[in-house]
């Protein structure tokens, strides 16, 4: 069993930044399809960025430009790094792995409910 383990999210200003960490606490992210979703109570699950297990990066349009997601795999952590912040991103944000999902994969994978393990989440709050 994997354990994911998010951290980062707080209350910023519009403008502002942040970076999400998502720490493995069991195994590696190694050849794992990965990434971070974010849910708005009441709305459907977004993909935001994700890494393939081929290396390759996806954004949704709604984040290109502003998010990056990279991993530091002696750290076993994946992080999302948040800038210039909108108050429509707002919400739960999870980190997500599945070693099952092979390349190409991207955002839309990584939202079905039988997608491999979830954290518990952590809040991003922009006013």
């Known amino acids: 069993h994997v354990q994911l383990v998010e951290s980062g999210g707080g209350s910023v200003q519009d403008g502002g930044s942040l970076r999400l960490s998502c720490a493995a606490r069991?195994?590696?992210?190694?050849?794992?399809?990965m990434g971070w979703i974010r849910q708005v109570s009441g709305k459907e699950r977004e993909g935001v960025a994700s890494i393939d297990s081929d290396g390759e990066t996806t954004y949704a349009d709604s984040v290109k430009g502003r998010f990056n997601i990279t991993e530091d795999s002696a750290k076993n952590t994946l992080y999302l790094h948040l800038n210039n912040l909108k108050p429509e991103d707002t919400a739960m944000y999870y980190c997500?792995?599945?070693?099952?999902?092979?390349?190409?994969?991207?955002?839309?994978?990584?939202?079905?409910?039988?997608?491999?393990?979830w954290g518990d989440g952590t809040q991003v709050t922009v006013s």
């Open positions: 997500a792995a599945d070693w099952t999902v092979t390349a190409p994969a991207g955002l839309e994978a990584m939202t079905r409910p039988d997608f491999g393990y």
């Open positions: 069991t195994g590696t992210f190694r050849r794992a399809c």
